[in-house]
């Protein structure tokens, strides 16, 4: 099935790595641009998206004035790519009726991420926010793992680090992907400390800890089996 979003972003380098990345990683997603504000509110009222990702310092009509005017009529998912990081920018564009924020710069590993996990809830593909991948279940509104059923305690980091995993089975994250989204960006930490985690994370799945696969110099994937 093809889904279709709308890239509003002024930094051609920017829009260049994003359709390069998304044409080869997942090209279920097709994609238009708009390179300033008022194109993007054009390319809205003459076409129907199912998420847009949207720079906050745009030409002619910011991000968050743009983000205004959707939502006046639009209910579709929005994500803010900013350079702007402070928690008052963020805070505000929640406010505004954003779904999710990547800074710059950011992973487009992560980025693919939350589009597909957003574009998942928005199409009800994801029953109650559960993920399932193999044997392994994660219901994320509750923060419970089950494995053929049963429950599985997880301590925070490798909670998270599953989610991420299971956000997108198959696909390769980074340690430093995983480390941002488990950690924060603020974490001055060595990479490795995901290394011990997945290990732990392993170990409290049982059987299905193999499902986790390790890929060499890369990060690491789950699978289905």
């Not at 991420?113 to 559960?130: C, E, H, M, Q």
């Not at 399932?132 to 793992?145: P, S």
């Not at 960006?185 to 990479?191: A, C, L, Q, V």
């Amino acid at each position: 099935m093809q889904y279709h979003i709308l890239l509003v972003e002024d930094d051609p380098k920017i829009r260049e790595a994003i359709i390069d990345f998304f044409s080869e990683k997942a090209p279920e997603y097709e994609m238009d641009i708009a390179k300033t504000g008022m194109e993007g509110l054009d390319k809205l009222e003459e076409n129907s998206y199912d998420l847009i990702l949207l720079d906050v310092m745009l030409p002619q009509m910011s991000g968050f004035d743009l983000i205004v005017k959707i939502r006046r009529s639009m209910d579709v998912p929005v994500i803010f790519m900013t350079a702007r990081t402070s928690e008052e920018d963020r805070l505000y564009g929640y406010q505004l009726g954003c779904d999710d924020y990547v800074c710059k710069p950011f992973s487009l590993a992560e980025l693919l991420a939350k589009v597909s996990a957003l574009i998942k809830r928005s199409k009800g593909t994801v029953l109650d926010d559960i993920l399932v991948c193999g044997t392994i279940q994660l219901h994320k509104r509750a923060l419970t793992v089950r494995v053929n059923g049963e429950l599985v305690d997880l301590p925070p980091k490798e909670l998270a680090i599953l989610s991420i995993l299971m956000e997108r089975p198959g696909w390769t994250f980074s340690r430093d992907t995983l480390l941002d989204a488990a950690w924060g960006k603020d974490f001055f930490g060595n990479d490795r400390v995901v290394d011990n985690h997945v290990k732990k994370l392993r170990k409290s799945l049982g059987d299905a800890g193999d499902q986790i696969k390790t890929v060499f110099a890369k990060g690491y994937k789950i699978l289905e089996h």
